[in-house]
Nanobody
Framework: QVQLVESGGGLVQAGGSLRLSCAASGSIFSLNAMGWYRQAPGKQRELVAGITSGGSTDYSESVKGRFTISRDNARDTVYLQMNSLKPEDTSVYLC?????????WGQGTQVTVSS
């Protein structure tokens, strides 16, 4: 079993920054991908950013140039640096770990950006 624990959400003004962290523990296969989805009320879940254990990254078009994903493989931790935040970034951010075809999820952390 895999557990994911997120931290770093909160309330910030537009233009501000936040850093999310997600630490994985348990039976983690070395080859995996980690990252973040987000889901706002009434909207579909959206992939924000992902990173493989080899360091390849993928971003949603809406966050490119503003968000940076990174990971520390020794700590099984992924980070999301969010800069130039906009009110439309307001959402619950969900950490994921994908191992093969199986997904594991964190509990979610709220990010609220005020205008």
């Amino acid at each position: 079993q895999v557990q994911l624990v997120e931290s770093g959400g909160g309330l910030v003004q537009a233009g501000g920054s936040l850093r999310l962290s997600c630490a994985a523990s348990g039976s983690i296969f070395s080859l995996n991908a980690m990252g973040w989805y987000r889901q706002a009320p009434g909207k579909q879940r959206e992939l924000v950013a992902g990173i493989t254990s080899g360091g390849s990254t993928d971003y949603s078009e809406s966050v490119k140039g503003r968000f940076t994903i990174s990971r520390d493989n020794a700590r099984d931790t992924v980070y999301l640096q969010m800069n130039s935040l906009k009110p439309e970034d307001t959402s619950v951010y969900l950490c994921f770990l994908r191992s093969g075809s199986r997904y594991y999820w964190g509990q979610g952390t709220q990010v609220t950006v005020s205008s």
